[in-house]
């Protein structure tokens, strides 16, 4: 009894979360970010907004617990996270209808090491926008865990905007994270601090901005199937992701 009562929660967190990957995937009124090409438009203090929103938005998001993968492990997803921007820049960079939620997707790759170390990439094109993005992840667990403690992980990350002329954008980031695992289920938390850099080529002067993140999510191995959410706040932007994958 105690079996079937866990193979009924699976199937109903798989088809839960399924249900909400497909719903975002297939929203296109969502997508419609038009192209980051308007920057003459912004005064220094709404280049410094559109600094600190597309930081929170496209900085590194792991989406994965504490522990250590182990060296022939590997966790692979697609995942969507949403970002609400907090004040109208992207709106006057933008030519077309700039979103209130920046929706991301990316395909995300982490790989084990030995020694406790992981490392992490993701690649991304923004539909309907000129946003593309790369980024990494390089962590190394101080505690990988066991069946009474937690595994506790120090991760720094790093990502870039790429595709668009008139902006670069690149973030640092370093976390610490904490997770422990029951049954099937992995509850995660952490905190960091993200480093922000914009440049512009329409005159405006350099902004470098530091915001502090905290995140919270959980993950769960359903067999062949993987999925994983996680809620973030970095500065005044709140993040909500999702990733459906592997993870082995």
């Known amino acids: 009894m105690h079996k079937a009562s866990i193979h009924r929660s699976q199937r109903w967190l798989r088809s839960r979360f399924i249900t909400i990957i497909m719903g975002i995937f297939f929203l296109p009124s969502a997508w419609a970010g038009g192209e980051i090409n308007n920057m003459g438009a912004l005064s220094q203090d709404l280049f410094k907004d559109l600094t600190a929103d597309l930081g929170a938005a496209l900085s590194y998001k792991a989406i994965t617990p504490a522990e250590p993968l182990g060296t022939l492990g590997f966790d ?5 996270s949403s970002t609400k921007m907090e004040t109208p820049a992207l709106e006057q960079a933008t030519t077309g209808n700039a979103p209130d939620n920046l929706l991301v997707p990316k395909l995300h790759l982490h790989k084990g090491l030995p020694l406790g170390f992981d490392v992490g990439a993701f690649y991304t094109s923004v539909p309907d926008s000129n946003i593309g993005l790369i980024g990494g992840e390089l962590r190394y667990a101080l505690y990988e ?3 009474l403690t937690p595994a506790v992980s120090i991760r720094g ?5 790429t595709g668009v002329d008139e902006l670069d954008l690149t973030t640092r980031g370093l ?3 904490i997770s422990k695992g029951f049954a099937f289920v992995t509850p995660y938390a952490g905190i960091g601090t993200v480093w922000i850099d914009g440049q512009t080529s329409v005159g405006l002067a350099d902004e470098n901005l530091s915001k502090n993140k905290y995140f919270l999510g959980f993950n769960l191995n359903l ?10 706040q970095t500065g005044d932007n709140a993040t909500t992701s999702a990733k459906i994958g592997v993870r082995f």
């Not at 692979?76 to 969507?80: K, M, S």
């Not at 993987?226 to 809620?231: L, P």
């Open 223 to 232: 067999g062949l199937m993987n999925i994983a959410a996680e809620t973030e």
């Open 76 to 80: 692979i997803g697609f995942e969507v």
């Open 157 to 161: 990350t790093f990502s870039r905007l």
């Open 145 to 147: 865990g066991g069946t």
């Open 175 to 177: 976390e610490l994270s």
